[in-house]
């Protein structure tokens, strides 16, 4: 065999596995086309530490949707006092994060589940995503007959909560995400590229920056540093919070109290 045929079989055999390389990154890009909806919308699984850590302390609560679909929530506190309303993110049980706030003094503290999470029934998509966060705003409205002072989201839900953002409130995003698509993309890094993705949700940045003195940034995981600086240069006059060496209940009060 000369140099020349050696070299054609490596040439070939290098586009061989060149081209099966193709196929197989092809297949894995269709695959999460096709599951999107299950990795922009994912169910949060029942943390039952959390929510056996919040039994004493909370009330359990029920948020009926449009079409029927019924929501399990709490509320802890005095229902006296204005309303702290949290919206957990997406692969999140709410009463993760209540039971970390649950000493808070002063507010009533009130989250649900989303559709599909933990115990409840339902299918989350594209369509109730939005609309669901609406009527759950509604629902802690009754807790008190008066809308939340405050509004907080984690990730994904940091979007639901700045959309309700309304006058006369203070809203608290937790390591938001700038969008679904954001989310979904630094997770798969170049498996799913960002232009693929065909959710739309998103922080609404106008909104806030029109509302910029009601608006706070709160890093509470070091890992998510990177999702915040981002959420921090579209928004520049943002009200930065560092939780640092506090607890995620110090640093909230700090925020919603000073």
Not at 69 to 75: D, Q, R
Not at 134 to 161: D, F, W, Y
Not at 216 to 225: G, P, S
Request: glycine residues 6%; aromatic residues 6%.
């Amino acid at each position: 065999m000369n140099i020349k045929q050696s070299v054609t079989g490596l040439l070939l055999r290098g586009l061989r596995i060149a081209g099966l390389l193709l196929v197989i990154y092809v297949s894995m890009v269709f695959y999460l086309a096709l599951t999107e909806r299950r990795n922009a919308y994912p169910r949060a699984i029942t943390h039952t530490e959390a929510e056996a850590a919040i039994q004493n302390t909370a009330n359990p609560i029920t948020c009926t949707l449009a079409d029927g679909t019924v929501l399990s929530g709490w509320s802890i506190g005095n229902t006296q006092d204005p309303v702290l309303l949290y919206y957990p993110d997406a692969d999140e049980d709410a009463a993760q994060f209540l039971a970390e706030v649950q000493q808070i003094q002063g507010l009533t503290l009130v989250s649900f589940n989303l559709r599909g999470s933990a115990s409840n029934k339902g299918t989350p998509s594209a369509d109730t995503f939005e609309p669901d966060a609406k009527e759950i705003a509604e629902c802690a409205s009754q807790v008190n007959g008066q809308k939340p002072v405050a509004l907080a989201g984690r990730g994904t839900g940091a979007i639901l909560a700045a959309e309700q953002l309304g006058d006369g409130q203070k809203v608290v995003l937790i390591d938001p995400v700038l969008s679904i698509a954001d989310a979904i993309s630094d997770k798969y890094r170049f498996l799913y590229p960002k232009f693929l993705v065909r959710a739309k949700e998103k922080l609404p940045i106008e909104r806030l920056k029109k509302r910029i003195s009601q608006v706070f940034l709160l890093f509470d995981r070091q890992t998510h540093c990177d999702r915040n600086h981002k959420v921090v240069s579209e928004i520049p006059l943002i009200c930065v919070k560092y939780r640092q060496q506090s607890t995620l209940s110090e640093a909230l009060k700090n925020i919603l109290f000073e």
